[in-house]
């Protein structure tokens, strides 16, 4: 998956852990761990702003973008 969640990062900058910040954005345990992994297929942008204030951080603290072969031929192009 070209798309990277570097999520752990900012938690280890922030000093906190992923169940602290669940509970502070109203996420289940099992959903943290799922986005933390990258195993979820997408995210909806009211949780992504609600860890970013969590966190005082920026989508893009969160997520990164590798180049890859899932990013060539790909339907959803321009």
């Known amino acids: 998956m070209p798309i990277q969640v570097t999520l752990d990062a900012m938690l ?3 000093g906190m852990t992923a169940r602290e910040l669940a509970a502070r954005v109203g ?3 099992t959903q943290m761990s799922l986005f933390r992994s990258g ?3 997408g995210i909806r ?3 992504l702003a609600r860890l970013c204030a969590a966190l005082r ?3 893009g603290d969160l997520l990164g973008h590798v ?3 899932e990013d ?3 339907a ?3």
Request: charged share 50%.
């Open 12 to 14: 280890a900058k922030r």
């Open 27 to 29: 996420l289940s345990e």
């Open 39 to 41: 195993k979820v297929k």
């Open 45 to 47: 942008f009211r949780t």
């Open 57 to 59: 951080c920026e989508p």
């Open 67 to 69: 180049d890859g072969p």
């Open 72 to 74: 060539s031929g790909d």
């Open 76 to 78: 959803d192009e321009d």
